[in-house]
């Protein structure tokens, strides 16, 4: 069995690290550069950076910050926010990052994802998918709805349907965070998680409302996650990713020990 994978989530406005609720509310955490390097000595399997401002103010992703995170961490590294061509996915990963992650820009022209695909392999290509419940109803006969530009923007298009349309055009993996449950350390949206992974061949990467070690044992069993993202719950030092392991690891849980 694959080991699954602990990946702390770095959303960053402005050059600073930031946390919200449901989108909403955010406040400065601290330093990226940073706070990646500790991750990264504390045993994290991979680092996500998300510019989270960036498709929202039609702006590029901040490359300097990628840049110097890159320089600091020796594990994989996936950025997304404000990549909208293969231009900026090229840009991306010349400065260092492992993975590019689209999600408004690849809503607005799914050629994006093939595109990325084709010059890059589908390894590269992480398909960011924010998702809202709605209930079932004409257009969305799922219940849950993609949502873009930071949570701002309904687009009327279904999560299973779209997240299967991406892997067909080439997605190695999907990064799929609740909206409902973003940031509420309440635990994550199951049955939209496991929706998603028993419907798709590419890895799932949960994201959104971890709050204990408990959660992210659930999201990947009942859920069915190839791997977890977390944020509050670490980034305020409520638990350390070494006994987020432990934890797991003593429920039968296969994850890299790599402390």
């Known amino acids: ?39 990264y000595e504390a045993g994290a399997d991979e680092i996500v950076f998300y510019d989270i401002t960036a498709s929202h103010e039609k702006r590029d992703i901040m490359i300097d910050v990628v840049r110097r995170v890159a320089e600091t961490i020796f594990i994989p590294f996936s950025v997304g926010g404000g990549i909208r061509t293969v231009e900026d996915m090229r840009a991306v990963l010349l400065a260092g990052a492992e993975k590019v992650s689209v999600n408004s820009a690849a809503v607005r022209n ?21 998702v809202k419940y709605v209930g079932k109803k004409d257009g969305i006969p799922s219940g ?22 991406a892997q067909a055009l080439g997605a190695g993996e999907i990064c799929l965070n609740s ?21 798709v061949t590419v890895p799932v ?6 709050g204990t070690p408990a959660h992210i044992a659930e999201v990947l069993t009942r859920g069915r996650a190839d791997a977890a993202l977390i944020a509050s719950m670490v980034h305020y030092g409520t638990y350390t990713i070494a006994g987020i392991k432990s934890y797991l690891n003593a429920r039968g849980i296969s994850v890299r020990s790599n402390w």
Request: charge should be neutral; glycine fraction near 12%.
């Open 1 to 39: 069995m694959l080991s699954k994978r602990i990946i702390p989530c770095l959303d960053v406005r402005e050059g600073r690290t930031t946390k919200g609720i449901k989108f909403k509310n955010n406040i400065d955490i601290g330093d990226p550069v940073a706070m990646a390097r500790h991750y």
């Open 110 to 130: 799914p050629e994006i994802i093939a595109q990325g695909a084709k010059a890059f392999g589908s390894q590269c290509v992480v398909l960011g998918m924010d």
């Open 144 to 165: 849950y709805e993609i949502v873009i530009n930071g949570g701002r923007t309904t687009m009327g298009i279904d999560a299973l349907a779209w997240a299967l349309q």
């Open 179 to 199: 909206i409902d449950a973003d940031g509420t350390r309440e635990g994550y949206e199951l049955n939209l998680t496991r929706l998603i992974s028993e419907n």
């Open 205 to 210: 990467i949960a994201s959104g409302g971890a």
